[in-house]
Every structure is written in C-alpha cells, then in structure tokens.
C-alpha cells in the first residue's frame, strides 16, 4: 500500500512526533493550538477543488484515496488561512534537532506543482502538503513555518483558489470532448504550464561494428603469408557485402532474437550470421527461383555476390610434352598486375607432361589453401584441371566432363577436346579445351575439327538445361548459358616468314592489327565457318608459337615456322553482355615450351537457380589439397631457412 507522506516522512511517523511533542508542551499548549484551528477562516474542499487536484497529483489508486498510512482516514482539506504574525505560538523558536531535520527534509523535497508568484523577488514551489492535504496534530514548529509561508503569501490567496479551480476545470475538461482547450490561469493571472521532464535527445544509433579481422583470418595471415595481401583482401570482402550488411533485411535479422545488436559484435565476422530459426525451419533443398528456402536462390545469391558478378580465370598452354614443370607457377596464375584473385581458376594444357597429378599438385601449391580443385579430367595429353574459392564449393551442382577425339585412329588422343560442365546457382557453364590439326594450309581440316567436337561433346547428361528453348541437339555449345573455349587451335597467320618479320621489328606496341589482318581464325569466324556466336577480345600482344625454348626467339630452325597466334580463348553467352573481358595476355616469363600460355580474366553475371539439381555436396580431390599444402609450407620453411643462413653468414675482408 502507498504511504501518505510528508517532505519524504510518513504521516503516520510526523503524528507520533507531535503526539510526542504535546506531551512534552503540555495539553493547555496543545487545546490553545487546536482552538486556533477552529476560529481560522477556511474553504470547503469542493469550492477548492481539491479532490481532483489530489487524485491527480499524488496519483493515488481509488481504494487508498482518503486512507492514511495505516488505513486511518485522511480527510483532504484547504490549508488554513494566515494567522496573525504577531501570535506568540507562532514565534516559537524551534529547537536545535527541528533545524537539522528541516534542513535534511529540504534537500529531499520533491514539488508536485510548479507555478511563478509576483509576490516574491523569486519563484517558489507551493510545498505538497497545501495541494488539499490537511495535516492534523501537527507540532508548534511546523505550524510556525507553515504560517511564515502563507504570511508571505497572503495576497496570492485568491490565486490559489483560481489554481484549484483551473485545475478542477481542466479535469472536467478531458472528460467532455465538446469543451474547446483553454490555457490554464496560474498565479497572477498568468498562464499556468506543467513543467515535463526533459526528453532524451535523439541521435543517431550506434553503427554495427565489423569485425573483419576475425580469428580465421589472423591464423590464415599466420600461415599463409604470400598467398595474398589481407589487408586488402579484407577491405574488398567489407566492399563487396557492405551494401548487405547495410541492408535492412540483415539488421532485422540481427536484432529479430532476444540477444541486442551490441552482443553480436564479438561473433560478427566477414561471414553472414545464421539466426538459430533459420537453421530449425529452413530445408535448403527447397522452394522455387524466388523462394527464400532456396539454397541456389536469389537469397543467397546476394549474399556471396551482391553485384551478382563471378570471376573466372583461363589459362590454355601447350607445354610441348617436356617433362620439367617450370619451378614458379606465381606468373601464371597469380600475376603482379592482377590486384585480387578470382573465384574460378580453369588451366587447359595440350600435350601435357606425362606426370598429370604432378601438375595438379603443383596448381594447389600456388593456388594455396583458399581454392580446392572441383574437377579434373584428362584425353590423351589434353589436361582440364577446375579450381574454386573453397566457400564456394556448396552452390555447385556435380560437375559432368566428355571427351572427342579427331584423330581418324580413335586411340590416338593427341588431337581432340575435353568438355567439363556444371551449374552454378542458376547459371550454367561450359568449358572446352581442344587441339585442332596442325598445319600453314590445313584450314580445311580444323574446321571439321570444330564440327566434329561441337556434335561429338555428350553433354549434358543428368544436368537439366535451364533453357531448353534455345538448345540444338547439334551444338553442345547452344546447351548452356556461358561457353568457354580455350586452347591450340593452330590458326596460323597467311603471310610468309620474312614479311612477319619485318612487321615484328616495329615498334607495335600493344596495336597488332597488322598482324592480326592475315589471321586465319579470324577470318574463318568472321565468315561464318568455325565457332559461331563467339567472341574474342582484342589480341595486344605478339605472337605465342612458335618460340625457341628457354627465349624470346621465334623458330630459329630450318623449318622457319611462321610466328601466329595459335593459343586463343573464346567465350560466347546466351545473353547479351553476360560476359566482360577484364584481362587478355600471355605470360612471357614461362619459356620451357615452344608456346607461352595465354591468360584471359572475365567477368560473368550470375542468375539465381532452383534447387531441382543434383548437387555437388562440396566434393573435392582431397589428396591432392593435402599435398599442395604440405609443400607450400615446405617452401615457406625453406625460403625463410635460406634467409636466415644468408643473414648469419660472415665475410672476412683483407685491406
């Protein structure tokens, strides 16, 4: 129960005081006091309004309003009017114990009301016990004080009245809708204002912090030192899903459990947080193109890729059958002037080392322990190794491979393709290696090699077409969305040695149009003869075949073969602008073969998909993962061996 108090101390305590006190003053003090009460003039508690005024400030619950503070009736009344200031009781000088309990209930004093008098050089709080609370058997001493107050206000007595009754007024007023509001009167005759209590000023919340140097990454930094720069690794990864983390929709599903914003902080890394419903109700394994349960959908589409744009890296190298693998790969498939790493790495090699899982392990070496190998296939000495960012690896469907031979005696596969496809999320791919015939003249020949590879190439089997509208049964190439092919296909330039030559001595810069105007491939393409729908990007560099091995010298020999572009990478999309070229080169510090391979850097736009495929259930050649990464440590270990012996060793010099 709510306790009725006074300056902070319950009634009831403030009743024992001065029945204390009376006993002590004696009872002719106490009557004379009493009989003061009685004479003076007061007001009923109707015309002062005083009920409303007390149920609305002191708030009391309509069971306790009129009950003390142990259930003693307390009747509200209208404080009294001023006594006379020369009355001896009230000149009472108030005891040593009164003055320290006065000055502690002071600093306590909680106003109920605030109003501005004019009858003071300051404004005053109407203290709580005058609001329409009548204290009974009140003490000498606080009578006095209560009387010094009045005194000092005797002239705002009829305020005070005007201040119940706008009070009392105003009460009527919100329960009649047809009043019109008025400004209430105060004292004075000046409008009366509650004073609210000031509203917290309203900012900005406080911004979602990312932790993007996570502990996964620090111990990758560790062991991984010159796999890639971190630093700016980690800044594009904030780039690319800063307008995701931004997103509404993932701040909703942030704060949408009891936990707070700021307690995921410690958790937040640069992967998307999984809310706990997510992982009760969500399947993965189904919905529609737009359905948010979908694992190749839109949903999660946007969160891997926010500008829905995959990279892809292409290597095709003819390695002239030489066993030695060059010692650094670094050049190839992580050059200087590439900034980041792509999401896919795809190497086609024609007439390959004999020792195939050699090279593949020597891919994952370079590559490092961020990119797992998703799929290799092999016809003959044609090689296709598949690699992909290893978080990548679940939006993958199974990945399905087919060979053709060209060759008129089927068991020898040194000429012929290898075609390798797969989804991934609602997009899918092609990718084709091949070796067509060699030969100045033989044009003839390497156009029914096109032919018999694009009718030849089984594919797909158990993959669905995701637009079987716009397939041929005759073209394997018209059967998915992105096409990629890569590799010799042995076009050579129709112009004699000598004139190459001259033209080579030029200063050519990156313009090789006049070389590139006695190309035979593509002339062929632009007539219509041999890889329809294709494009290439512009060629700026010189001729990849035919080179003296281990230099920059072009066939040397007595057969004087004629420099040409015979290493190329085509693309073709079924939509317009799917595909964009970032990057077309050779790379000329690889001389162990008569061909320098050539690198193509694209841009490819991705679509959501259904989950209506087979998945590839993030399989990967393990053995081969484990020892590409047991030799780059190797390596790391020996390099810094080296260093430190380097460091240590000392030269003695005689002057």
């Given at each position: 129960?709510?306790?009725?108090?006074?300056?902070?101390?319950?009634?009831q305590?403030?009743g024992?005081i001065?029945?204390?006190e009376e006993?002590d003053?004696?009872s002719l003090?106490s009557k004379?006091?009493?009989?003061?009460?009685?004479?003076?003039?007061?007001?009923?508690?109707?015309e002062?309004?005083?009920?409303?005024?007390?149920n609305?400030?002191?708030?009391?619950?309509?069971?306790?309003?009129?009950?003390?503070?142990?259930?003693s009736?307390v009747?509200p009344?209208l404080?009294?009017?001023p006594?006379?200031?020369?009355?001896?009781?009230?000149?009472?000088?108030?005891?040593l114990?009164?003055?320290?309990?006065?000055?502690?209930?002071?600093s306590?004093?909680?106003t109920l009301?605030?109003?501005?008098?004019?009858?003071?050089?300051?404004a005053?709080?109407?203290?709580?016990?005058?609001?329409g609370?009548?204290?009974?058997?009140?003490t000498p001493?606080?009578?006095?004080?209560?009387?010094?107050?009045?005194?000092?206000?005797a002239a705002?007595s009829?305020?005070?009245?005007?201040?119940?009754y706008?009070?009392?007024?105003d009460?009527?007023?919100?329960t009649?809708?047809?009043?019109?509001?008025?400004?209430?009167?105060g004292?004075?005759g000046?409008?009366?204002?509650?004073?609210?209590s000031?509203?917290?000023p309203?900012g900005p919340?406080?911004?979602?912090?990312?932790?993007?140097?996570?502990?996964?990454?620090?111990?990758?930094n560790?062991?991984d030192?010159d796999?890639?720069?971190?630093?700016l690794a980690a800044?594009?990864?904030?780039?690319?899903?800063?307008?995701?983390l931004?997103?509404?929709?993932?701040l909703?599903?942030?704060?949408?459990d009891?936990c707070?914003?700021?307690s995921?902080k410690?958790?937040?890394?640069?992967?998307n947080?999984i809310?706990?419903?997510d992982m009760r109700?969500?399947?993965?394994?189904e919905?529609?193109?737009?359905s948010?349960?979908a694992?190749?959908?839109?949903e999660e589409l946007?969160?891997y890729?926010p500008?829905?744009?995959?990279?892809?890296?292409?290597?095709?190298w003819?390695?002239?059958g030489?066993?030695?693998i060059?010692?650094?790969?670094d050049?190839?498939?992580?050059?200087?002037?590439?900034d980041f790493a792509?999401?896919?790495?795809?190497?086609?090699?024609?007439?390959?080392?004999?020792?195939?899982g050699?090279?593949e392990?020597?891919?994952?070496?370079?590559?490092?322990?961020?990119?797992?190998?998703?799929?290799?296939?092999?016809?003959g000495?044609?090689?296709?190794?598949?690699?992909?960012?290893?978080?990548l690896?679940?939006f993958?469907?199974?990945?399905?491979?087919a060979?053709?031979?060209t060759?008129?005696?089927?068991?020898?596969k040194?000429?012929g393709?290898?075609?390798i496809?797969?989804?991934f999320?609602g997009?899918?791919?092609?990718?084709?290696t091949?070796?067509?015939?060699?030969?100045?003249s033989?044009v003839?020949?390497r156009?029914?090699?096109?032919?018999?590879?694009?009718?030849?190439?089984t594919?797909p089997?158990?993959?669905?077409?995701?637009?079987?509208y716009r397939s041929?049964?005759?073209d394997?190439?018209?059967?998915?969305?992105?096409v990629f092919?890569?590799?010799?296909?042995?076009?050579?330039?129709s112009k004699d040695?000598?004139s190459?030559?001259?033209?080579?001595?030029?200063?050519?810069?990156?313009?090789?149009?006049?070389?590139?105007?006695?190309?035979?491939l593509a002339?062929?393409?632009?007539?219509?003869?041999?890889?329809?729908?294709?494009n290439?990007?512009?060629?700026?560099?010189?001729?990849?075949?035919?080179?003296?091995?281990?230099?920059?010298?072009?066939d040397?020999t007595?057969?004087?073969?004629?420099?040409?572009?015979?290493?190329?990478v085509?693309?073709?999309?079924?939509?317009?602008d799917?595909?964009?070229?970032?990057?077309?080169s050779?790379c000329?510090?690889?001389?162990?073969?008569?061909?320098?391979p050539?690198?193509g850097v694209?841009?490819?736009?991705?679509?959501?998909?259904?989950?209506?495929i087979?998945l590839?259930?993030?399989?990967?050649?393990?053995d081969?993962?484990?020892?590409?990464?047991?030799?780059?440590?190797?390596?790391e270990?020996?390099r810094?061996?080296?260093?430190?012996?380097q460091?240590s060793s000392a030269?003695?010099?005689l002057?």
């Open positions: 129960m709510r306790m009725n108090c006074y300056n902070g101390v319950p009634l305590h403030l024992d001065s029945s204390q006993k003053s004696g003090e004379e006091i009493r009989q003061l009460e009685l004479e003076a003039p007061t007001l009923s508690n109707e002062f309004g005083c009920e409303n005024f007390l609305d400030t002191l708030r009391f619950p309509p069971d306790e309003v009129g009950q003390g503070a142990l259930g009736p009747l009344r404080p009294l009017m006594k006379p200031p020369e009355h001896p009781r009230l000149q009472r000088a108030s005891s114990e009164e003055k320290t309990r006065r000055r502690k209930f002071k306590n004093q909680d009301v605030s109003t501005k008098g004019t009858g003071s050089s300051s005053e709080s109407i203290p709580s016990d005058l609001t609370l009548q204290i009974r058997n009140s001493n606080i009578q006095g004080r209560l009387g010094n107050w009045l005194t000092s206000h705002d009829r305020n005070i009245q005007e201040l119940g706008s009070l009392r007024k009460d009527r007023d919100r009649d809708p047809t009043v019109a509001l008025e400004p209430k009167q004292l004075a000046k409008p009366y204002k509650k004073k609210l000031p509203l917290p309203a919340l406080p911004a979602v912090e990312i932790n993007v140097a996570s502990t996964a990454l620090r111990t990758s560790r062991i030192q796999c890639v720069d971190y630093g800044h594009s990864i904030l780039q690319r899903q800063s307008s995701n931004s997103d509404s929709r993932l909703d599903g942030l704060v949408s009891t707070s914003t700021s995921m410690s958790t937040l890394s640069v992967l947080p809310r706990s419903k109700d969500r399947s993965f394994l919905g529609s193109l737009l948010r349960g694992l190749l959908g839109a946007d969160r890729f500008d829905r744009q995959v990279g892809i890296y292409i290597v095709t003819n390695m002239q030489k066993k030695e060059p010692e650094n790969l050049d190839l498939l992580l050059p200087t002037d590439n792509q999401d896919f790495y795809v190497i086609g090699i024609q007439e390959g080392c004999s020792d195939r050699e090279w392990i020597r891919l994952q070496e370079t590559l490092g322990p961020y990119y797992v190998m998703l799929y290799t296939a092999a016809h000495v044609l090689y296709m190794t598949l690699f992909i960012r290893r978080d690896i679940w993958c469907s199974e990945v399905e491979h060979t053709v031979t060759r008129i005696i089927s068991q020898i040194t000429k393709a290898i075609g496809g797969f989804t999320f997009t899918s791919f092609l990718f084709i091949s070796h067509f015939t060699s030969g100045d033989k003839y020949e156009i029914l090699d096109y032919n018999k590879i694009i009718e030849a190439l594919l089997r158990i993959l669905p077409d995701t637009n079987p041929c049964n005759s394997v190439t018209s059967r998915y969305d992105e092919w890569f590799g010799d296909f042995n076009f050579r330039l040695r000598g190459v030559d001259v033209i080579l001595k030029e200063d050519l810069g990156s313009d090789m149009s006049r070389l590139l105007q006695y190309d035979q002339k062929e393409m632009k007539d219509g003869s041999v890889f329809k729908g294709f290439e990007a512009v060629i700026q560099f010189p001729p990849t075949y035919k080179f003296d091995t281990g230099c920059d010298i072009y040397s007595t057969k004087q073969r004629i420099p040409s572009y015979t290493d190329r085509l693309y073709k999309s079924r939509h317009k799917d595909i964009k070229v970032v990057k077309y050779c000329s510090t690889i001389k162990t073969s008569d061909h320098r050539v690198v694209f841009q490819v736009k991705l679509r959501p998909g259904r989950d209506n087979p590839g259930a993030g399989q990967f050649n393990r081969i993962y484990l020892e590409g990464i047991k030799r780059r440590i190797s390596r270990l020996q810094k061996q080296a260093l430190r012996n460091k030269f003695c010099t002057s």
